[in-house]
């Protein structure tokens, strides 16, 4: 809500060069104002820019890699599973050791998406890229008091906690203040947006409806399984870190990264704990968390349905007019291009 106050108008040339730089810009601001806030703040300049050119459905395909999933794995308010890690006591900036695996990945897709963009570049029409030369204009973003209030929530997240001190002051928040301090800074984005900042962004709920009742499905079909692996989710031979990176980032891909990473969380908890000592009150073995962390983000980009935001970009990207691939067909993307890249992870990170 607070990010689609942020408003990112423009037409810039739609060369490879300027569509990579917007994928890596995403790709670093995702960690800090969210998956879904970077992919609404910049998935319509992208598709603006890039109205003019016939080729455009691998650029969505990538912004979905990189700026709904992958960028987000370097804070808690990055992507929902990380935020739920942080509540069962993952400290808010251990995230940050994630920042080797998050460039090896950025840099493997932007790189590769630079050579399909200029492939593709190549085999546009020279009247519309000309026309898409005169058209250019500067990027312009208004609405910034709401970087104010993301920078809150920011702060919100990382200090308030029921379970833990304020700030060392021998002072604990009270139970869903962090929340209610959260609902505020919406309502103050809210009161002191200017009048056209969500207008001007094309900001409605339309596509955040769309996969709200999607996932209320998801969620209510996936208890099943769910249930199956709390109970024999011990017994599976999970061992190793890069066990838990395919068998979290496997399921994220379809029954939707956050509770995975919940269930895998819990059982790698309980394989490192002795007889006797409360489960709740204990932290998992760091290696066997980054496996968990990783596979739940990464491989959230997998499918539409892996993470929140990739439904809504692809909403977006259809009422914009862009002809998107169907489920199989963007899993073709997906397993053509990440599945090599995380196999290549696997084998560098997780000896």
């Known amino acids: 809500m607070i990010s689609g106050g942020i408003?990112?108008?423009?037409?810039?040339?739609?060369?490879?060069?300027?569509?990579?730089?917007?994928?890596?810009?995403?790709?670093i601001i995702a960690s800090f104002v969210g998956t879904?806030?970077?992919?609404?703040?910049?998935?319509?300049?992208?598709?603006?820019?890039?109205?003019?050119?016939?080729?455009?459905?691998?650029?969505?395909?990538?912004?979905?890699?990189?700026?709904?999933?992958?960028?987000?794995?370097?804070?808690?308010?990055?992507?929902?599973?990380?935020?739920?890690?942080?509540?069962r006591g993952v400290a808010f900036f251990w995230t940050f050791n994630l920042w080797a695996q998050w460039a090896f990945c950025c840099a493997i897709l932007l790189f590769i998406y630079f050579l399909l963009d200029t492939h593709f570049f190549r085999k546009e029409d020279p009247s519309e890229l000309w026309h898409d030369e005169m058209e250019?204009?500067?990027?312009?973003?208004?609405?910034?008091?709401?970087?104010?209030?993301?920078?809150?929530?920011?702060a919100c997240v990382a200090t308030i906690s029921h379970e833990r001190e304020f700030l060392d002051s021998g002072w604990t928040p009270f139970p869903f203040l962090r929340e209610i301090v959260?609902?505020?800074?919406?309502?103050?984005?809210?009161?002191?947006?200017?009048?056209?900042?969500?207008?001007?962004?094309?900001?409605?709920?339309?596509a955040i409806f769309e996969v709200a009742v999607l996932f209320i499905g998801i969620f209510i079909a996936m208890q099943v399984p769910i249930e199956v692996l709390r109970v024999y989710g011990p017994s599976l031979g999970l061992r190793a870190?890069?066990?838990f990176f395919w068998a979290t980032?496997?399921?994220?891909?379809?029954?939707?990264?956050?509770?995975?990473?919940?269930?895998?969380?819990?059982?790698?908890?309980?394989?490192?704990?002795?007889?006797?000592?409360?489960v709740s009150a204990t932290i998992l073995e760091p290696s066997l968390l980054v496996g968990i962390s990783l596979g739940a983000v990464f491989m959230g980009s997998m499918t539409y349905i892996g993470n929140g935001p990739n439904f809504m970009v692809k909403a977006i990207a259809e009422q914009s007019g862009v002809n998107?691939?169907?489920?199989?067909?963007?899993?073709?993307?997906?397993?053509?291009?990440?599945?090599?890249?995380?196999v290549v992870l696997t084998l560098i990170f997780f000896r």
Not at 7 to 27: C, E, M, Q, W, Y
Not at 196 to 205: C, I, L, P, Q, S
Not at 329 to 338: P, R, T
């Open 182 to 206: 959260m609902l505020i800074l919406v309502a103050c984005s809210l009161k002191t947006t200017p009048q056209g900042a969500r207008k001007a962004n094309d900001f409605n709920y339309a």
């Open 7 to 27: 408003s990112l108008t423009g037409d810039l040339v739609a060369r490879p060069i300027t569509n990579a730089s917007l994928l890596a810009f995403g790709a």
């Open 249 to 278: 980032g496997s399921l994220s891909s379809f029954l939707d990264n956050a509770p995975t990473y919940v269930v895998f969380f819990e059982t790698a908890r309980s394989l490192t704990i002795p007889p006797g000592v409360d």
């Open 241 to 243: 870190p890069w066990h």
């Open 324 to 342: 998107m691939p169907s489920f199989f067909g963007y899993m073709a993307y997906s397993c053509l291009i990440l599945v090599p890249i995380f």
């Open 136 to 154: 250019k204009e500067p990027l312009r973003l208004s609405g910034w008091i709401n970087v104010l209030w993301l920078g809150a929530v920011v």
């Open 36 to 87: 879904t806030g970077a992919s609404m703040l910049l998935i319509r300049p992208l598709l603006q820019s890039n109205s003019r050119r016939r080729h455009v459905v691998h650029t969505v395909v990538f912004f979905i890699f990189l700026v709904s999933n992958i960028g987000g794995c370097l804070l808690p308010i990055g992507d929902p599973p990380l935020f739920l890690g942080y509540l």
